[in-house]
């Protein structure tokens, strides 16, 4: 199977009629879901979308604790960005960071006793906006359907080399 890359012809190949709806919709839907999702987080908890993420990643971690770059690969944010969030976050008490011992130059994120009880109490209300914005909407097949889509999408758009421009490397 080719990639789009190596199909590509070298003269400009727009969107067909069809396309272009898909992909405006595609804007549209997901431009409002991360804005519902951030405004809902924003009334529950004070926090936008991201940094509840941030706090979730940690909280499934063994010890509450992920080392910094880890998170921010996780997070698909630049390093600088997950540093300005992590420096909000110990703002509020929420997170801390430790040094990494094997490497002086590493650091952890640790959810804070007190980020792992925000986030006990702002979960149900996420849950229930997330269920309202997008299963709700969608049948059982859809919501299939979609899963195997974006799998697809972030497969392709996640290169494995080590060369890669991603967002996590910068």
């Given amino acids: 199977m080719n990639t789009a890359s190596e199909s590509a012809p070298t003269q400009n190949r727009w969107l067909t009629e069809d396309e272009q709806h898909v992909w405006r919709s595609y804007l549209h839907a997901t431009t409002l879901l991360e804005d519902h999702l951030d405004r809902q987080l924003q009334r529950d908890a004070g926090m936008p979308h991201i940094y509840y993420g941030l706090l ?13 770059t880890e ?3 996780n997070a698909k944010i630049t390093r600088s960005r997950l540093s300005h969030a992590i420096a909000r976050l110990e703002k509020n008490g929420w997170v801390r960071r430790e040094d990494c011992p094997s490497d ?16 006990r109490r702002t ?8 269920r309202q914005a997008l299963f709700e909407r969608l049948t059982p097949e859809q919501q299939q359907a979609l899963g195997e889509i974006m799998q697809i999408v972030a497969e392709g758009l996640q290169p ?5 421009d991603l967002p996590w490397l910068r």
């Fill in 104 to 119: 002086k130059r590493g650091q952890f994120a640790v959810l804070t006793d007190e980020g792992a009880e925000v986030l």
């Fill in 71 to 73: 998170l921010a690969m």
């Fill in 160 to 164: 494995s080399d080590a060369g890669a």
């Fill in 123 to 130: 979960a149900p209300g996420h849950v229930a906006a997330v």
């Fill in 56 to 68: 979730v990643k940690l909280a499934e971690e063994p010890e509450r604790r992920l080392r910094m």
